[in-house]
């Protein structure tokens, strides 16, 4: 079936650190990848998407890189703040066909220091 | 910027009670889901909803819940009897094509 693993954290740097986020996925056919953001206390906010293989997704200076030779889209971002700590999703969309549900990885909560 | 709406943002419930959680899709959006996140794990999907019927649910969405769309605007999930284990933030989503716009949740605690 379709999976997403992702490394779970907790993830603790030093403001201005170098992130990066592990996602790797299991699907049929040719998923949509995402990542999804989610503040504390608060619902789920699209970070990135990439729809098809070499696509990149970026966005407020995070990245991802639809890779399907290694099955990953892993989550970057070359300066963090101490306001991008939250948790991160890494979901996918199983085929370009509409109505299919997501998949969500367990999340990775990331903590930014001053 | 369109986006979906949940009401209410928190709700408490004794165990055993019906509760509806009510979801405003966005408007111009074919394909509705509900999912949930239990208190520091995963968001899991529960159903999804097309032209009126299920068009897929996953092994959480048994007879205790149920989904309706009333009228051409509002999305609900009701949960029959709720359970202690029934506490979660439920997500409701809408999508047109594959990308989910995602409401900002409804805290349910069952007390």
């Known amino acids: 079936g379709n999976s997403v693993t992702q490394m779970e954290g907790p993830v603790t740097l030093s403001e201005e650190a170098f992130l990066t986020i592990n996602c790797t996925y299991t699907a049929t056919g040719y998923p949509s990848l995402f990542w999804y953001v989610q503040y504390p206390g608060e619902g789920l906010q699209l970070l990135l998407k990439a729809t098809k293989a070499d696509d990149k997704g970026s966005n407020k200076g995070f990245e991802a890189t639809y890779r399907k030779e290694t099955t990953s889209f892993h989550l970057e971002k070359g300066s963090v703040q101490v306001s991008d700590s939250a948790v991160y999703f890494c979901?996918?969309?199983?085929?370009?066909?509409?109505?299919?549900?997501?998949?969500f990885g367990p999340g990775t909560r990331l903590s930014v220091l001053p | 910027e369109p986006e979906v709406t949940q009401t209410p943002s928190h709700q408490v419930t004794q165990m055993g009670q019906e509760v509806i959680l009510r979801c405003v899709p966005i408007s111009n959006h074919l394909y509705f889901y509900w999912y949930r996140q239990i208190l520091g794990q995963k968001v899991e999907f529960l159903v999804s909803f097309y032209n009126n019927e299920i068009s897929e649910k996953s092994e959480i969405f048994d007879d205790q819940f149920s989904v309706e769309r009333p009228d051409g605007s509002n999305f609900t999930l009701k949960i029959r009897s709720t359970k202690l284990e029934d506490s979660a933030m439920y997500f409701c989503a809408s999508s047109q094509v594959n990308e989910q716009f995602f409401g900002p949740g409804t805290r349910l605690t069952v007390l």
């Open positions: 979901a996918l969309s199983p085929t370009d066909n509409y109505g299919q549900n997501f998949v």
